[in-house]
T-cell receptor
Framework: AQSVAQPEDQVNVAEGNPLTVKCTYS??????LFWYVQYPNRGLQFLLK??????LVKGSYGFEAEFNKSQTSFHLKKPSALVSDSALYFC???????????FGSGTKLNVKP | DGGITQSPKYLFRKEGQNVTLSCEQN?????MYWYRQDPGQGLRLIYY???????QKGDIAEGYSVSREKKESFPLTVTSAQKNPTAFYLC??????????????FGQGTRLTVV
C-alpha cells in the first residue's frame, strides 16, 4: 500500500534558525514527491516537487527539499525561518502511472520571533 | 485569472439534508479531486475524476456522490447517508496527463457544518 508519514505533528523553531519538516514515504515504483503549505482556512499551495534528477529541489519562498532514496525520505528545509512561515505543511506522493496523490497527516510549523 | 473556485465558503446542513458543494476550474485540467480534511488526519480522498464523464471512488466515498459532465466542473453532493459530514472540503485539479507527476492546484475550501 502507498503511504506518506510525517512523524512530527508540530515543529517549533526560532526565527532566523534553520528548519526541517520530515517526510517519509512508502510506494511501489518510483515516487513523485511534493510539499504543500496551508494557511488557516485556506486551500493548499504548492511549494516544490521532486520528479527525477538532482536530489536537492528548490522551491518557493526559499524552501528546499532533499530526496533520499535509500531512506525513502523527502524532508523540507529552509536555512533561515521567518515568522510568516508558520503554517501547516503537507507532504504528498504521486504515482507514476496514475493521477492520484497520497497526503501525509500534516506538520504544524511554529516560528517564534 | 486562472484558478480553481469553490463555493460556498461556509455551508450549514440540517440533519437528513443533501447539500452540494461547487468546484469550478479554468485551468483546462483533465483531473479533478475532492478531499476531506479533519483536524489531525490530513487529507483523505473522497472521489477523483481523470476525464469528463468518468470518476472513481477514493478512500472515503460512502455518503458522497459526484458528477463530471463538464471538464470545468466537479460538484460534490454530501448526502444524508454521510453520518459525520462536518469537515473542511477541498477541491483540487491537476493536468492529468503523464500520471501523478504534476502538482495539484487547490481551491480555498468549503467548511461544512451540520446544525
Amino acid at each position: 500500500a502507498q503511504s506518506v508519514a510525517q512523524p512530527e505533528d508540530q515543529v517549533n523553531v526560532a526565527e532566523g534558525n534553520p528548519l526541517t519538516v520530515k517526510c517519509t514515504y512508502s510506494v511501489s515504483g518510483n515516487p513523485y514527491l511534493f510539499w504543500y503549505v496551508q494557511y488557516p482556512n485556506r486551500g493548499l499551495q504548492f511549494l516544490l516537487k521532486y520528479i527525477t534528477g538532482d536530489n536537492l529541489v528548490k522551491g518557493s519562498y526559499g524552501f528546499e527539499a532533499e530526496f533520499n532514496k535509500s531512506q525513502t525520505s523527502f524532508h523540507l528545509k529552509k536555512p533561515s525561518a521567518l515568522v510568516s512561515d508558520s503554517a501547516l505543511y503537507f507532504c504528498a506522493v504521486g504515482l507514476y502511472n496514475f493521477n492520484k496523490f497520497y497526503f501525509g497527516s500534516g506538520t504544524k510549523l511554529n516560528v517564534k520571533p | 485569472d486562472g484558478g480553481i473556485t469553490q463555493s460556498p465558503k461556509y455551508l450549514f446542513r440540517k440533519e437528513g439534508q443533501n447539500v452540494t458543494l461547487s468546484c469550478e476550474q479554468n485551468l483546462n485540467h483533465d483531473a479533478m479531486y475532492w478531499y476531506r480534511q479533519d483536524p489531525g488526519q490530513g487529507l483523505r480522498l473522497i472521489y477523483y475524476s481523470q476525464i469528463v464523464n468518468d470518476f472513481q471512488k477514493g478512500d472515503i466515498a460512502e455518503g458522497y456522490s459526484v458528477s463530471r459532465e463538464k471538464k470545468e466542473s466537479f460538484p460534490l453532493t454530501v448526502t444524508s447517508a454521510q453520518k459525520n459530514p462536518t469537515a473542511f472540503y477541498l477541491c483540487a485539479s491537476s493536468v492529468g496527463q503523464g500520471g501523478g507527476n504534476t502538482e495539484a492546484f487547490f481551491g480555498q475550501g468549503t467548511r461544512l457544518t451540520v446544525v
